[in-house]
């Protein structure tokens, strides 16, 4: 089935995308960081022949920093509140 998309012109994908990418704030970067770290780990470890949990350590220590900054480092701050 084809939706038909009545009263709203038609939208390029890739624009989308962009608008998308540009309202990322740098914890929706950390977020995505995490399963990065993870996706290229288990990848090296098939491509380099090393054990999995070798492999992982590293995935897991950059999980880690970007937790510790996101949360201790740099939290985020409530900028909209004027109330004490």
């Given at each position: 089935m084809h939706?038909?998309?009545t009263g709203r012109p038609e939208r390029d994908?890739?624009?989308?995308?962009v608008d998308v990418l540009a309202a990322a704030n740098r914890y929706d970067l950390a977020l995505g960081l995490i399963p990065i770290a993870f996706a290229v780990a288990l990848v090296a470890a098939g491509a380099l022949g090393?054990?999995?949990v070798y492999a992982l350590a590293p995935a897991a220590v950059v999980g880690i920093g970007v937790i510790a900054d996101a949360c201790y480092l740099n939290p985020p701050v409530d900028r909209g509140s004027t109330e004490y």
């Open positions: 939706e038909s998309t994908p890739f624009d989308t995308l090393i054990p999995v």
